[in-house]
């Protein structure tokens, strides 16, 4: 077996991707899941006195921007994602050039006087060649997986944020309601907090658009509406976290229309 000095790389990018991706989503989960809750809990017995309520807008401001931390860190990991894609594409290319590029054996003239062969190339040198060509396509085929292993990670750290801001966005709604009517009775507070419940049960549903783009479809309870006829929209979100299409409020009970019809919107209006 002809010695050509290839080794596989250690390739550990994945590993860091994790790393740096849980840490970030810790520290805010940590924090941001106790203060939710103690505000809930706060909302469900009262409207609180207004300072109480500049205090607790402070508070979801604050895991508002740890959330936009950590998407940045998000972004960091995704143009490393990126980078790879792009060397894997021309890795890709090159072994394909190489894999068809025929490189006679032997050359020569047909047999007589002056026929016979004029030069042959070394069996060795096509062996080595094939070796070296199996061990990069082992090697590109590496980086693929730990690619995919990184766009995993992005999207489920994504997915972790989407209960979070939903619970934000209905907080801050309902905290501005209490700062326009501090009398705001408890079936009014209630009727906008099981909204809460509403956004959990709905599990995000991914999505591959006709032009292979991935999104995360959600469907969310608009804050506004009456909890007597609540309205709902589904909403898509790219996989960096960030909602690109929205559907139309609709008082429709069964989430799967609201997500066909935004599925049907993503294929038409988005590039």
Do not use: W
Request: hydrophobic share 45%; net charge positive; with cysteine.
């Amino acid at each position: 077996m002809p010695h050509f000095g290839l080794k596989t790389p250690k390739i550990n990018v994945d590993k860091v991707s994790a790393e740096l991706l849980t840490y970030a989503e810790i520290l805010i989960r940590e924090f941001a899941e106790k203060k939710i809750t103690e505000i809930l809990d706060y909302l469900r017995q009262q409207c609180p006195p207004q300072d109480v309520i500049v205090k607790m807008l402070a508070t979801t401001d604050k895991i508002n921007k740890q959330i936009a931390k950590a998407g940045k860190r998000a972004k960091k990991v995704e143009k490393i994602s990126d980078q790879l894609k792009i060397a894997i594409d021309a890795a890709k290319i090159i072994i394909n050039i190489i894999a068809h590029f025929n490189i006679p054996t032997a050359f020569g003239v047909p047999p007589g006087p002056a026929g016979g062969h004029l030069f042959a190339v070394n069996m060795s040198l096509l062996i080595t060649r094939a070796a070296k060509l199996k061990k990069i396509t082992e090697i590109v085929e590496l980086i693929e997986e730990k690619n995919d292993n990184i766009n995993e990670i992005l999207k489920n750290f994504n997915l972790v944020f989407i209960p979070i801001q939903a619970q934000l966005e209905l907080i801050n709604a309902l905290l501005n309601r209490c700062s326009q009517n501090p009398n705001l009775n408890k079936e009014e507070r209630l009727g906008m907090l099981n909204a809460v419940a509403n956004k959990e049960t709905d599990k995000p549903v991914e999505y591959a658009s006709l032009n292979g783009s991935l999104y995360t479809i959600k469907v969310v309870t608009d804050p506004n509406s009456p909890a007597i006829a609540p309205q709902r929209r589904a909403i898509a979100i790219d996989r960096r976290g960030v909602p690109v299409l929205k559907g139309p409020l609709s008082f429709a009970s069964d989430s799967n229309v609201l997500i066909e019809e935004l599925k049907f919107r993503i294929d038409n209006q988005l590039p």
